[in-house]
């Protein structure tokens, strides 16, 4: 397993039931910027009155990768890593709800002064992404929506930090990535949006626990009152725009005017919401994709990975 940051030490020395970690709930943080709830909660003035320990995730298939070893009690990730851990033989999370949220932070880069002018454009390119994540699927999607296949580029499976590098060294000519990245590649490097993932993903962010969570009261507990300090702290976001996108700009390093910017092109704000058949069968969709594109090994069922029990912490859609 590949983490980021602080995210190997804390696997190293908080496991279940011992280390410095321990009584803590521990929750995994996927990118930095606008998707650390740290610097969210600090920016809204919020200041939980539980013990958190967090973990610092590059990518969604490495948060399903500590729930399932037991190292973690709540992350979150996009539909897509959850797919392919039940086409898998472990499973030990369930999904309690949706962040449901911007897809315009997500697409396809471009160098600056690359010829390339539309999805037709990438055949035979070489094109980077992040595997059994967003970055994935919605290749995949845009790909057939110009009638190419997997086939018909030269997809590189990389790291977040490994195709920022290699997008920066001229390595790739296309690059399928997510949240700050994208701001950073633009400011830095004059790279242009080839196309968003608006129309190729449902903008719903899977929010999970470990399985474990359910017969532990106390640890239940500080799931809930996680979940109502989240909400709280993404409604301070939506309701001060200006002053979380200075945050969020200070924290990755780039002006104020394009983090501003994107704010302004989102497809939704970010929103919890509970568990529906909506949710599921939007996972399901993204899940048939896959099997389709023999990118795993059956069709899978979502459902069984969904809970309920948390609904009642949660609005409707």
């Not at 030490?9 to 943080?29: D, E, P, Q, S």
């Not at 899978?300 to 609005?315: C, E, H, I, Q």
Request: hydrophobic share 45%.
């Amino acid at each position: 397993m590949v983490l980021a940051g602080t995210g190997a030490a804390f696997l190293a020395g908080c496991g279940r039931g011992g280390g410095a970690g321990r009584g803590a709930l521990r929750v995994g943080i996927t990118g930095k910027g606008e998707n650390d709830a740290r610097l969210l909660f600090s920016a809204a003035g919020i200041v939980p009155d539980f013990p958190i320990t967090y973990a610092e995730f590059e990518s969604g298939h490495l948060v399903v990768e500590a729930l399932n070893s037991g190292a973690l009690d709540f992350g979150g990730m996009s539909e897509i890593p959850p797919v392919f851990a039940a086409a898998s033989t472990v499973q030990s999370f369930r999904q309690i709800g949706v962040l449901h949220g911007d897809v315009n932070n997500q697409a396809v880069l471009v160098p600056k002064g690359s010829t390339i002018t539309g999805l037709a454009g990438l055949k035979g390119k070489r094109v980077g992404y992040v595997r059994a994540t967003t970055t994935q699927y919605f290749l995949i999607q845009m790909l057939k929506s110009v009638g190419l296949g997997w086939g018909d580029i030269e997809p590189v499976a990389m790291s977040v930090a490994d195709g920022a590098a290699a997008f920066e060294h001229g390595a790739l000519d296309a690059w399928a990535i997510y949240g700050f990245p994208i701001q950073r590649a633009i400011a830095t490097q004059g790279a242009r949006v080839l196309r968003t993932a608006l129309g190729f993903l449902s903008g719903n962010y899977v929010i999970s626990v470990h399985r474990d969570v359910f017969g532990d009261p106390a640890r239940a507990d500080l799931v809930g009152r996680y979940l109502k300090l989240t909400r709280q702290a993404y409604g301070w976001a939506q309701a001060n725009e200006k002053e979380w996108a200075r945050v969020v700009a200070g924290a990755i390093g780039v002006p104020v005017a394009y983090v501003e910017a994107q704010f302004r092109a989102k497809s939704a704000p970010y929103a919890l919401r509970r568990v529906s058949d909506e949710a599921i069968a939007s996972q399901q969709a993204v899940a048939d994709v896959f099997a389709a594109a023999g990118l795993i090994g059956r069709r899978v069922d979502m459902r069984p990975l969904w809970d309920t029990r948390f609904n009642s912490a949660l609005p409707e859609a």
